[in-house]
């Protein structure tokens, strides 16, 4: 046939060609394309010969038996083109199709074949023949078995090319079984794509399992190096910690080469707020530091030094309001002896009870200063018998606790309370190397406005000069001035003193170490290197559980901005307020800082609707003038305690108050009538108690509440009545309400609504 142009029978699309055998789907002399010859004649061909449902149909005559053998020539023609390709191209899946495709035709050629043998001609039977030399040849390339054909059935194959795809399959599914176990760096903080990404796996799977130990995150979310180590353990993998050469800081090790030389005990002085402890030093002292004190409490370290047989001590006074817990764990650690202070005429009280805690779990021997006993009221046996509750027995009880009873205004035995330090101090025989590099702890921190920074350092070690680089926390700085307790400039400071430092590039924390450096290179490296970590673990990703994620979010906060003196009032305000807990209000702390209130604080106060506190500190010229301004109130406080019961005043104000419902009578609707002036009436006999005109009311029909609102007017023959008691029949008209039906109940109740306090 010529190449010519035609219409493919089945799409109906224009061709150029000779076009192709519709046949089953269609019938010569039409043709179709080839897109539909491949698409849909062969995919029928193929159905219809594994079926054996065209020869069965079309094979009866010559006819029939010449479009049998067109079909075979070209389906298998057909069907070995597109194997070829998909081996050419490695595809297993095509190549196993197009197989069994020619293996069906291959059984269906041989089957028809046999039953209609003798009723082919000779050109049918040769192509037929020709087929078969296809099946055969192709089955001997791919049949590893080279299993003959003609002694085979369509069954048998069947089952052999089953049992070679289980095997196959089973051997590549233990292939891909089998786990592969991976090496996965673990950084000091990591996301959870990442992590999912080192180990190969589904940052999914990973959620999940964070999921199901109760922990909600993200795809996004940044977890520490502990729960990432978890995880690659859970997965079957190994975890390898990233680890960073950190900078070490030479302590100053007290090795027995170094020279050690005698030093000073520091004394830290505990015990219940206003029991005299201040006083004690100011007496001890010749000072009155307790004057200046706000409210007459302590309420942050102070550290001093005082000459006795020139021998010297080192005191540090510590708050005894229980917001500052910190503060006096803080002194326990670092003391070497713990006095406790008692009055006489007080007794045992809660701080008395922790201070001892923090002694004992410090390790360090008490002194037990029982004060006020100038008092008329004093009582220091009774002070000895509750001290026995917590294992501190006096000498004269034949226990190891020395004593004193002392007076602040009369100096009573207070030559005593330092031959008690001494001797504990003579018993422990404490020493420091004097030549080393300092090191030490910062006591308190503070800004002043004409000095920047300064902190409160006690030397542990070494000596510390003017001019020393040093680092403390995340801030370093070099030494500009040192200033003891007395308010004079020094030039040094030795083991056991307490001494201000200036030159500090920002505030300290109060409880950071205080180590001297070699040089100013090596201070910045240091604290670079202390502010990354620090930064690492800030952005960590703190774990919500699914109860903290799936909370009410209905609870209302109380956003705050502290502003103090020293860092350890800042520090413990926010832990006092931050132990303030309702279910409907919270305080929300989102800021806390030392220094003047500036321009800053105020736009954060103003942003955030937040409470501005300032604790013993005043704003700039230009904050305060923006405050007045932007309307911003700033609090001003010097005592504790009058900050905490300030917020939970403010936390008070913001719950809902309590409401209770108070039943005054209720009555039954017997009648309704129509007046003109009015409308309808309920005509009702009361039943409990008393109706009272604009009381509350609530109708009750069915059991069910109908109408809530107040009672407009009351009448009683025809009269209006502010009142009406039990067993009376009356006419009551409900505000904004006709819709009356006998047997309705009219309750009259009262509300009290209470405020609630925290």
């Not at 495709?101 to 059984?107: F, L, S």
């Not at 989102?590 to 409470?611: K, Q």
């Not at 109130?633 to 504790?640: A, G, T």
């Not at 039943?663 to 003109?676: D, L, R, T």
Request: aromatic share 4%.
């Amino acid at each position: 046939m010529p190449k010519s142009a035609y219409t493919c029978c089945l799409c109906g699309e224009e061709q150029v060609g000779y076009g192709n055998n519709p046949a089953p789907i269609g019938k010569m002399p039409d043709r179709c394309c080839s897109t539909c010859n491949s698409t849909k004649v062969i995919p029928a061909r193929i159905f219809m010969m594994s079926n054996r449902e065209f020869a069965a149909e079309d094979s009866q005559d010559e006819a029939g038996a010449a479009i049998v053998g067109g079909i075979f020539t070209v389906s298998m023609s057909a069907l070995l083109e597109h194997l070829g390709t998909a081996l050419e191209n490695e595809d297993a899946s095509a190549a196993t199709f197009f197989k069994d495709c020619i293996d069906y035709m291959g059984m269906a050629m041989v089957s028809s074949y046999e039953d209609n043998t003798k009723n082919f001609p000779k050109e049918v039977k040769a192509a037929i023949d020709q087929k078969r030399e296809y099946k055969l040849t192709l089955s001997r390339a791919l049949d590893e078995d080279n299993l003959g054909f003609k002694s085979r059935s369509l069954a048998s194959i069947k089952r052999a090319k089953r049992k070679e795809n289980i095997a196959i399959s089973k051997d590549a599914s233990l292939e891909n079984d089998k786990p592969i176990i991976r090496n996965v760096d673990v950084p000091k903080l990591i996301t959870i794509r990442e992590l999912a990404n080192r180990m190969a796996e589904q940052a999914s799977s990973l959620i999940k399992h964070l999921l199901s130990m109760g922990v909600t995150a993200t795809i996004n979310h940044s977890i520490d190096a502990d729960t990432a180590e978890y995880l690659i353990k859970e997965f079957g993998h190994n975890p390898i910690r990233e680890e960073k050469i950190d900078i070490k800081i030479d302590k100053t090790s007290l090795s027995p080469g170094v020279d050690l030389k005698k030093r000073a005990p520091i004394v830290t002085v505990m015990g219940h707020v206003d029991h005299g402890k201040t006083s004690l030093l100011d007496s001890i002292r010749d000072t009155d530091v307790v004057s200046g004190e706000h409210g007459g409490i302590t309420q942050h370290i102070g550290a001093y030094q005082v000459n006795m047989n020139n021998e010297k001590i080192t005191f540090i006074d510590t708050p005894g309001h229980a917001a500052f817990t910190e503060m006096r764990a803080r002194g326990s650690k670092l003391t070497d002896i713990v006095v406790l202070v008692v009055a006489a005429d007080d007794g045992v009280k809660p701080q008395t009870v922790e201070a001892i805690k923090h002694a004992k779990a410090a390790k360090v021997p008490i002194v037990v200063a029982i004060s006020k006993c100038d008092l008329h009221e004093a009582n220091p046996q009774n002070v000895k018998n509750q001290l026995l509750e917590h294992e501190l027995i006096a000498e004269e009880l034949s226990g190891e606790t020395l004593f004193s009873e002392v007076s602040s205004k009369t100096k009573k035995n207070l030559d005593k309370i330092k031959e008690n330090i001494l001797l504990q101090a003579e018993l422990l025989d404490l020493k420091a190397d004097h030549n080393g590099k300092a090191s030490g702890v910062i006591l308190e921190s503070k800004i002043d406005v004409g000095r920047g920074p300064i902190s409160t350092v006690i030397i542990i070690n070494g000596t510390l000069k003017k001019g020393d680089y040093f680092v403390s926390g995340s801030t370093w700085g070099k030494i500009r001035a040192l200033i003891n307790d007395k308010g004079a400039t020094i030039e040094q400071a030795i083991p056991s003193t307490p001494v201000e430092i200036l030159g500090m590039n920002g505030p300290a924390k109060a409880g950071d170490d205080f180590i001297v450096v070699e040089n100013e290179s090596k201070a910045k490296e240091i604290n670079a290197y202390r502010k990354d970590n620090l930064q690492s673990e800030k952005s960590s990703l703190v774990f919500a559980t699914q109860d903290s994620a799936f909370k009410d979010n209905k609870i209302k906060e109380l956003n705050i901005i502290i502003k103090s003196d020293v860092q350890g009032s800042s520090e413990a305000i926010k832990t006092a307020i931050l132990n303030i807990k309702n279910e409907e209000v919270l305080p929300k702390i989102i800021h806390s800082d030392i220094g003047l209130i500036t321009e800053t604080d105020v736009s954060l106060a103003r942003a955030s609707n937040a409470v501005l506190i300032a604790f013993n500190v005043k704003p700039s010229k230009e904050a305060k003038k923006m405050a007045e301004h932007n309307k911003i109130e700033i609090k001003y406080f010097n005592i504790i305690y009058e900050v905490l019961d300030f917020i939970k005043s403010n936390l008070s104000s913001m719950l809902k108050p309590s409401i209770e419902e108070q039943i005054i009578g209720s009555a039954e609707v017997m009648e309704i009538f129509k007046v003109s002036k009015f409308g309808k009436v309920a005509g009702s006999k009361v039943m409990v108690g008393e109706i009272n005109q604009d009381s509350n009311a609530r109708l009750i029909r069915d059991g069910n509440i109908v109408y809530t609102g107040k009672i407009s007017s009351i009448y009683r023959e025809k009269n209006t009545a502010k009142q009406v008691s039990a067993g009376l029949e009356c006419g009551i008209i409900l505000k904004d309400f006709a819709d009356y039906k006998e047997k309705d109940i009219i309750e009259a109740y009262s509300v009290t609504t209470t405020e609630r306090r925290i």
